[in-house]
């Protein structure tokens, strides 16, 4: 029951983490999900939205950092 608890605990940090980093890029103005590469259609009452530049700056970004961290722990 300890490790379930613990990975719970991490869980619920890294969703407030996210939570958090989703906040300050809504309050910062960044244009996620309105980069040139993301689609979207529009229809009177349909809304779809590929968002595939976003996705791949946010695979890139997350890929560096992780890298880093994993370097860093590793010494």
Avoid at 23 to 51: K, M, V
């Amino acid at each position: 029951m300890i490790s379930l608890a613990r990975i719970l605990v991490l869980l619920g940090l890294i969703l407030l983490i996210a939570g958090g980093l989703l906040y300050l890029a809504g309050r910062w103005q960044l244009p996620l999900g309105r980069l040139p590469g993301d689609i979207r259609i529009e229809r009177e009452n349909f809304t779809c939205l590929f968002p595939v530049a976003t996705m791949i700056l946010l695979s890139v970004v997350l890929t560096i950092v992780l890298n880093l961290i994993l370097r860093l722990l590793n010494r």
